[in-house]
DNA sequence: CTGAAAGCGCTTACAG
DNA sequence: CTGAAAGCGCTTACAG
């Protein structure tokens, strides 16, 4: 294991030359002792290590992207990536990641456990935070003193530098689009609606679109329950039992909304005709499903890429202040309403 | 940030009796003491710098988890978790890494790249690597001096450990469920079978499962290309043209499976009537198309689980030679056979 | 442009 | 059971 010592005494000078030559502060070296140092560290096939450079200087090359326990599935199973959002994100948090030169490391939080520590121990640069709540940003997040950048996270405090959606613009528009088309009994389906999160402003688009045409909103025509498949399937037995109250479903994730459609045709009911069903998400998985799902798409790589961006934006420090960055949301007409 | 030396100060003891509370080297260190440092560590929200540590004993709690650019899709978009497997494993691997106390590094590796120098820069303790091929083994992986665990990976070679499924077995019950429900003209769509991995070794199952019942195989009854939904689309445009040729298809992965559904029935042709469909795999997007997908299911989530034990076991020295783990498949009887 | 040396926070023989 | 000290591989003022 090469180390820099060992250069160092091949190439005749000193560890300070060879740290400088690595670091490319070539200002620093004569390009005579630089050709020389270079061709020692290959011939030597040198790699860097970060650990001893990290416990110097303090920082790695590592980016932590957490995904806070409470908004994925059961904690003890372990399949909370069912929701193909989550590694389509993942998978473009790395591309962009390692594009920059930046390590990823993935984990799974709990409530019990403090990000910071993690933080401290590896002297990681920068923090990814998915849907965390308000709460979690004072125990699970408190105490971070690297860059953190928030993905899909609504809260007050203007500290946070945070990517998100157009989620309420988006609500709007799945409602708009369903009134547009001649819908009149429109429900919707989310996750919980207390907790500030996308569910709650996609929730307040549904219910702005809805006041604004001069249509009346029921709280029996809110579903709330855990974001999952079988969800959808459960909303639609209930649905079942009240057929004549609805015409069109405004559903907040397009992995329930599928759910929602499939527990519908089950339960004898036709979709689109007797009920359509608009999503959010645009997953492709809304591709798969019969009828096809119509839904409001969000750029799921952008968002990978943009968080990534901003986060290297600030460990640069090209970025001043609080960053808040909103990505568009766009209708992808499918089969699913008509 | 708390360090050793400051807990050292603060309990009145050595930096070294420190380091053995920590370490939980208890024989070496009296009740007392142990107790006064534990309080003390306590108080001091103090956190070990594994940096420090990993430089000294040149192991650190890193494990990388690997996947070859070459298996995924296009590897300039960022796409390739199109297929829900990627994500149901890496959940997986993380869930069961975090339980033993490990941290997972998340890298996509190009041909170009090799991880040796990854492993040398974080004096990472042990990789996982999914479905290398086998000149990536002496080129990607070469070097790799700590433990290393491959998933569905097929080579000759006997130094390396490895978690496949029953992927022959799984083929020829797949091909044999065919058979077995009256079916006569069955094709099979794979990935490259040249290549030695799942795809060959289920196309293996296949032509067994054909032989051993007297039925002919022609090379026109095979379909290769990359293995994505729209392939499933193609192919079944091609079938379309060669109908009578065909009364069922075996294909090798879920994704295609159901792409290929959906092609046929655009093609005005019946899934199961005129044509069965039995996937592999198992994912859950199986349940969402129409009909819903019959399939042969291999466990993701043991899969994950089984690769962080051998490599656990690996690093503790708990198991001896080369260990070969094969996983079992089920058949999942849905509606796109009848 | 270059070098000698201290020090980042740990672990670990060695000595008592 | 405990301590003093060396050293892992780097970076970085400081001095020349």
């Not at 019990?112 to 004072?138: C, F, H, N, P, Q």
């Not at 953190?148 to 609500?171: F, H, K, M, R, V």
């Not at 329950?225 to 079988?230: D, H, L, R």
């Not at 994730?253 to 004898?268: E, P, T, W």
Request: net charge negative; charged share 25%; glycine share 6%.
């Amino acid at each position: 294991m090469a180390s820099i010592t060992e250069i160092a005494k091949r190439a005749n000078v000193s560890t300070m030359t060879v740290s400088n030559v690595i670091n490319k502060k070539y200002q620093k070296v004569s390009s005579s002792t630089r050709e020389r140092v270079e061709k020692v560290i290959e011939e030597m096939n040198y790699v860097p290590n970060l650990s001893a450079r990290s416990l110097k200087s303090n920082n790695s090359k590592i980016i932590v992207f957490a995904i806070p326990q409470t908004i994925v599935d059961d904690p003890n199973k372990d399949s909370a990536f069912t929701n193909p959002f989550y590694g389509e994100l993942i998978n473009s948090i790395e591309f962009h990641l390692r594009e920059k030169g930046y390590y990823l490391m993935f984990r799974f939080v709990n409530d019990d456990e403090r990000l910071s520590s993690m933080v401290k121990t590896w002297s990681v640069d920068g923090v990814i935070v998915l849907g965390a709540l308000e709460k979690e940003l004072s125990t699970i997040f408190a105490d971070i003193h690297v860059p953190l950048i928030l993905i899909d996270t609504y809260i007050d405090s203007p500290e946070y530098d945070c990517i998100t959606t157009e989620d309420e613009a988006g609500g709007r528009m799945a409602t708009e689009y369903l009134l547009d088309h001649g819908y009149r009994k429109l429900g919707m389906v989310a996750s919980s609606i207390g907790e500030t999160g996308v569910a709650q402003k996609r929730y307040q688009g549904y219910r702005d679109a809805l006041a604004s045409r001069g249509m009346r909103f029921e709280e029996s025509m809110l579903f709330e329950g855990f974001p999952s498949y079988e969800f959808g399937i459960e909303v639609a037995s209930r649905i079942a039992k009240r057929k004549d109250e609805f015409d069109a479903m405004f559903v907040y994730s397009d992995l329930v909304a599928i759910g929602l459609i499939n527990g519908l045709k089950n339960q004898g009911i036709r979709v689109p005709q007797d009920i359509a069903v608009i999503g959010f998400d645009g997953l492709f998985i809304g591709e798969l499903c019969e009828p096809r799902l119509t839904t409001i798409k969000q750029d799921i790589g952008a968002k990978g890429q943009k968080a990534v961006e901003l986060l290297v934006r600030k460990l640069n420090r090209d970025s001043e202040g609080v960053e808040n960055i909103v990505l568009p949301v766009t209708i992808v007409e499918r089969d699913s309403v008509v």
